[in-house]
């Protein structure tokens, strides 16, 4: 074979991750840590304070860390592209878009991370549902 010839391609070989991928995985990320954040922040000034009700505020601060794990465990997937991650990570985008719309509609701090949470979440599923990053994770659609 001369070195002309192209040879096909090495099934051990993984093809390279498409950047609409990792770009996804990144705003998984973002949303996970947010997540993970606001449970701690909860959690701290919960225990350093005075709530109005100390187990809701702790179990509030629980459920955020635990949240933020979905989408954590979400963005290693497609981080190794596998099919199987793109679905909570656009469960996760879906759950933020009430979230935004309710910040949205109140006052102050809360509007401007209404937008920037609506924009992460419309970010996030249009790089999910993007036909490229459908085939890069080899997901196939209906026959």
Not at 88 to 98: D, E, Q, V, W, Y
Not at 107 to 118: K, M, Q, T
Not at 122 to 133: E, I, M
Request: charged fraction near 10%.
């Amino acid at each position: 074979m001369s070195s002309t010839e192209q040879t096909p391609a090495d099934p051990a070989v993984p093809a390279p991750r498409p950047v609409r991928v990792t770009a996804a995985a990144a705003v998984s990320g973002l949303e996970a840590l947010a997540l993970i954040a606001g449970g701690v922040h909860l959690l701290v000034t919960s225990l350093t304070g005075r709530p109005d009700g100390l187990t809701q505020a702790l179990t509030g601060g629980a459920t955020l860390i635990a949240l933020g794990l979905i989408p954590l465990v979400a963005a290693r997937g497609l981080l190794r592209c596998r099919s199987w991650s793109r679905g909570p990570a656009i469960i996760t985008h879906l759950m933020a878009l009430p979230v935004a719309w309710t910040l949205l509609r109140a006052s102050g701090a809360a509007v401007p991370a209404g937008i920037a949470l609506a924009v992460v979440a419309v970010t996030g599923l249009a790089l999910l549902l993007h036909p490229a990053t459908t085939t890069a994770l080899g997901i196939r659609g209906r026959a």
